[in-house]
């Protein structure tokens, strides 16, 4: 396997073209980012252990666990489970494990062609009735899969051939194969108890101790390339200081990080990256609680924001300012219709709204760049009249409360804006469950189901940037940065590949390999 996080292949086919009738085609490097390795690593060794600092714990192996398939722990994802669609440069969504995902007419139902004689590490196959297990476990509530939500658009499946599946939609979804690049593409079988959920990756678990870390050895009956390394070792690495200095000392080879200050660092201690574009930081408001629920209040915080002078702060420079739900590598790029910052604007509105003297409560996690985020928002508040309250908490407790909408306004950083369809669809949509804002208005609305049934690439973005211009001009949300995230290595460590126009970031274990 070679990678998941994101990937691309020989030939980049775009979620876009994904949904015309000239479906997209697999390759072989579709999981790696780049099957021939950077010249100065030369040739590919094998064998070997490598050392992989994980930077949160883990329940279970098993896809249904969304930790899993988070950006930072694809790297263990997609040692065990090959996907069947993956991210590529730009935004591109496209077959891996799958070799066509087709669309109807009306893009209400979908083909899918599986590749040929795969098998999961305990020999059956993975077929499509494999597939429509997976799905269907996945769908069930007891599963507590986040993507059951994405199951639920489903209508039906019907096995045609060992090959093929057919999907029919309950609503026309140009971008249907989208779903399929994180848990319900990591087909696997049903784990029995406590034990992992079996893949078909180049790797097979050999001992796990959920939270604390994982040994997987290579998979001898793998149907693509074998994996380089004989094993790979994970340990859970949560403080980003300690993960940094871990890979210093030699005891691990690999780490994921979103601290800045770690990137710059990295040159002089001799260390390799592989990061992308692949998290943007926002600003989310209440929008059923006022006085949030007023888009004056809303749109007085957005002017009083200066997103180029947070960047430089926060992210050293290393970052760009973000401009609204559609990010600078997707297809459906527009141009951008953010307000630039005037804080004069913003003072006029608030005393337009009733509220020259607003005050409200922030939510924020423990990590030092939100920390630093925060306090840098809260002065250019306080430069308008607004008083900030900072109340830092735990992650757990934060996505609780943004889960349940217990807050005023909160930070959020993630990664779904590398993702147009599922970002706009989800975010903004009145009945999605992850419309943390409770914002509704019904031109975007329209706009966001007309380009969900667009199978026009060009249709689809001329609806898709009529949905942005809404939700910019209502602002539920604040929109900062698009920030670099990914891997750090050693110098030791060879066939790291180019993630850089990733929206998702990652590699696969698979396609590196260690040189001492």
Known sequence: MKRHTYVLASAVCTAALALTSAACSASDDAVSGSKAAPTADGPPVDGGTLKIGLDRPFAKLDPADGTLTQMPMMILANA?????????????????????????????????????????T??????????????????????????????????????????????????PNAAFPNLFTRSLGYVSEAPAGDTPAVGSGPYKVESVQPGVSATLARNPAYWGDKGHA????????????SRYQSLRSGDADLIWTETPAQYKQAV?????????PGSTSTVVFNTKTAPFDDPKVRRALQYAVDRESLEKVVHLGQGK???????STSPYRGTASHPAHDAAKARALLDEAGHPDLSFEYLVDNRPEAQQRATVLQQMFAEVGVKMTIKPMDAASLGTAMLQRKFQVMDFVTS???????????LYLPDSPYNFAGWSNP?????????????DQAQRARSYQAAAKTVVAEAPMLFLTENPVGFLASAEVG???DVSRRTVVGVSPAELWVKR
Request: one cysteine or more; a negative charge; proline letters at 6%.
């Open 416 to 426: 779904m804006f590398g993702d147009t369809d599922t970002a706009l669809a989800g």
């Open 80 to 120: 065990l489970y090959d996907p069947l669609m993956v991210n590529g440069d730009n935004g591109a969504v496209q077959p891996y494990l799958a070799k066509s995902f087709t669309p109807n007419a009306d893009a209400t139902s979908w083909t899918l062609q599986l590749r040929e004689g795969v098998t999961f």
């Open 443 to 455: 031109r975007a609305k329209q706009a966001i189901t007309a380009g969900r049934a667009a199978l």
């Open 495 to 497: 066939g790291l590949p």
């Open 321 to 327: 300012v973000s401009d609204g739900p559609i990010g």
């Open 268 to 276: 002089g201690d001799g260390l390799r990256a592989a990061t992308g």
């Open 230 to 241: 004989e094993k790979l070792v994970y340990r859970v690495l949560p403080d980003a200081d």
């Open 122 to 171: 305990d020999g059956k196959p993975l077929d499509g009735r494999a597939v429509v297990d997976h799905v269907t476990r996945l769908a069930k509530p007891e599963s507590k899969c986040s993507c059951a939500v994405d199951a639920a658009s489903i209508a039906g499946m019907e096995v045609n051939s060992p090959t093929s599946v057919t999907f029919t939609l309950k609503a």
